[in-house]
């Protein structure tokens, strides 16, 4: 069972930036399609971004072109860079992976479903005002 450990949330300011991190307990986490959802109080969990083990990336329209999602597989750990935020992006946010290992788009569709992923994290909270 591969445990996920998120750090790095906090508050911010609106325009402002935060950096998120995900510690994978196993190295077979390098092999799978991973990514970060966040869930905001009264909202469903959503997809922010993602990456598979190739490193092909996807983003959410609301994450487009103000975050990045990165991962250091030497040291099993995900990241999501998040630039320019704003007060919608207040969230829980949560790193998840999918054991999908294929680098398939079909893949990468499972990898953007909360139903598709098999590990969570407990979450970090992010607040932007």
């Known amino acids: 069972h591969v445990q996920l450990v998120e750090s790095g949330g906090g508050s911010v300011q609106a325009g402002g930036s935060l950096r998120l991190s995900c510690k994978a307990s196993e190295s077979r986490f390098t092999f799978y399609c991973a990514g970060w959802f966040r869930q905001a109080p009264g909202n469903e969990r959503e997809w922010v971004a993602i990456i598979d083990s190739t490193g092909i990336t996807d983003y959410s329209n609301s994450a487009l072109d103000r975050f990045t999602i990165s991962r250091d597989n030497a040291k099993t750990t995900l990241a999501l860079q998040m630039n320019n935020l704003k007060p919608e992006d207040s969230a829980k946010y949560y790193c998840?992976?999918?054991?999908?290992?294929?680098?398939?788009?079909?893949?990468?569709?499972?990898?953007?479903?909360?139903?598709?992923?098999?590990?969570w994290g407990k979450g970090t909270q992010v607040t932007v005002s």
């Open positions: 998840a992976a999918t054991t999908c290992r294929t680098a398939t788009s079909a893949c990468r569709n499972m990898c953007t479903r909360v139903s598709g992923m098999d590990y």
